[in-house]
C-alpha cells in the first residue's frame, strides 16, 4: 500500500524557518515527480514546487530564493527547506507523488507564520 506522509509543520515567526518531509512507503520516491501543494480554508490547492526523478526542480515564483526542494533517495523522502518565511506562506502543505503508477497525495501539514 503507498503512503505519503508529511511532518514538519507547526508555528513559526515571520523570517523564520521549518523544513518539511514527505516520507513514503510502498514506493520509491526516486522513481517519481513530486509536488508540493499548498491550501489555505477556502481556496483551492495551489502549486508550490516540484523536483522531478531527475532532480530537475521549478518553483512557484513567490517561493523562489525562499524554498528550496530536495530529495534523499537513500531515506524515500522528500523535503521542502522553507527559509524567510511570510504570513502568506501559511497554509496546509501536501505532497504528492506522480509517476506510471499513479499519482498519490499525503494528508498534509499545517504551516502557519505569525506576525
Known amino acids: 500500500q503507498v503512503q505519503l506522509v508529511e511532518s514538519g509543520g507547526g508555528l513559526v515567526q515571520v523570517g523564520g524557518s521549518l523544513r518539511l518531509s514527505c516520507a513514503a512507503s510502498?514506493?520509491?520516491?526516486?522513481?517519481?515527480?513530486i509536488y508540493w501543494y499548498r491550501q489555505t480554508p477556502g481556496r483551492q490547492r495551489n502549486f508550490v514546487a516540484s523536483?522531478?526523478?531527475?532532480?530537475?526542480?521549478t518553483y512557484v515564483d513567490s517561493v523562489k530564493g525562499r524554498f528550496t526542494i530536495s530529495r534523499d533517495n537513500a531515506k524515500n523522502t522528500v523535503y521542502l527547506e522553507m527559509n524567510s518565511l511570510k504570513p502568506e506562506d501559511t497554509a496546509v502543505y501536501y505532497c504528492?507523488?506522480?509517476?506510471?503508477?499513479?499519482?498519490?497525495w499525503g494528508q498534509g501539514t499545517q504551516v502557519t507564520v505569525s506576525s
Open positions: 504528492k507523488s506522480s509517476s506510471l503508477n499513479g499519482d498519490y
Open positions: 510502498g514506493m520509491l520516491l526516486s522513481d517519481s515527480a
Open positions: 523536483i522531478s526523478a531527475r532532480n530537475f526542480v
